[in-house]
């Protein structure tokens, strides 16, 4: 871990494009909510259709209005290289400096269409592209990518990303802070010298999170899921569990060395809030 100490600390917010008028309001609310807070920007994700691909541009342009700093999230999963020089131009219009470059979770009924089809290549074109305009984030997995055949062949494929030009990663959430002390131990091992920040994902809602979780590999410990589940409709209880685990987790990772935190909102101010209320920040 001690690679990581000597970066400085980032915090950091994702949203979601939201996809009509009480989605635009609620995610208003947590941005005025969130930006008093001074994070070092607010990440926008990618999805798959064209509506709300163009709501990520939309959606970043409205960040960058205000002033605060919005770094879009770019996918493989159907982009041409047109799409990304045309998005890439766009960006740097609004002022944008910095893209989290993703190969995108697969459409389940289509073929996933595009000129990319890992993350590394997309990162290389940017780079070939742009320079050093961007600062370019990847995505890395403490707990293994739900692809990979074996963690080896995992952290040989995140080394390609960075050695494809990334300056930094944020990880997939996960509720082991081992895990996260290991990929970054590993990381070293291979000199992979970049900023590896956990990506942090609050607990307010059991059964949302276990599908999420159920779908990326992210394991909830079995003493988590058993006490979240005895909660049911309690949600009062559920969330002050979840503030005290997912409390008690980043202050692990911030002790061991870890370069600031990145929590994944949903587009709600509440919960992240809350964390970084208790974590002191
Ligand atoms: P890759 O790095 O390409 O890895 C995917 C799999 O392929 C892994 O198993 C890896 O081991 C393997 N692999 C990688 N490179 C190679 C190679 N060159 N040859 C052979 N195998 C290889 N999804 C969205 O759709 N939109 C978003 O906005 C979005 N934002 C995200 C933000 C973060 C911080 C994270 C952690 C995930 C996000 N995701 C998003 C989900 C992400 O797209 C999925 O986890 C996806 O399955 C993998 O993306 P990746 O960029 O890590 O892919």
Not at 102 to 115: H, T, V
Not at 124 to 137: D, P, S, V, Y
Request: hydrophobic share 40%; proline share 6%.
């Amino acid at each position: 871990m001690n690679s990581q100490k000597k970066f400085p600390r980032a915090f950091s917010f994702e949203f979601f494009p939201p996809k009509d008028d009480d989605g635009r309001a609620g995610l208003r609310d947590a941005i005025n909510q969130l930006a008093p807070l001074k994070p070092k920007f607010f990440s926008v994700t990618f999805g798959a259709g064209g509506g709300i691909r163009a709501g990520t541009y939309e959606t970043v342009k409205e960040i960058q209005a205000r002033g605060l700093t919005a770094a879009p999230h770019i996918t493989c999963t159907g982009t041409t290289r047109a799409d990304v020089k045309q998005l890439l131009r766009s960006y740097r219009e609004l002022g944008i400096g910095r893209i989290v470059a993703l190969r995108g979770d697969r459409p389940k009924d289509a073929p996933a269409a595009g000129d990319f089809s890992h993350a590394n290549e997309l990162v290389a074109f940017i780079r070939a592209e742009t320079g050093r305009h961007f600062h370019i984030e990847v995505a890395a997995y403490p707990e293994i990518h739900p692809e990979a055949p074996s963690a080896a062949t995992d952290l040989e494929n995140f080394a390609r990303k960075v050695r494809a030009g990334a300056d930094s990663a944020i990880t997939q959430y996960f509720y082991n802070p081992d895990a996260y002390r290991r990929f970054v131990d590993d990381c070293e091992a291979l000199g992979l010298d970049i900023p590896i920040v956990p990506g942090i994902m609050p607990i307010t809602n059991y059964k949302q999170l276990a599908r999420f979780s159920d779908g990326c590999g992210a394991e909830i410990p079995r003493w988590v899921r058993k006490r979240l589940e005895g909660y049911g409709d309690d949600l009062d209880a559920l969330r002050a569990f979840g503030l005290d685990v997912t409390t008690a987790l980043c202050e692990k990772l911030l002790a061991a060395g870890a370069p600031g935190l990145h929590f994944y909102t949903l587009n709600r101010a509440g919960a992240a809030r809350a964390l970084w209320e208790r974590l002191g920040l």
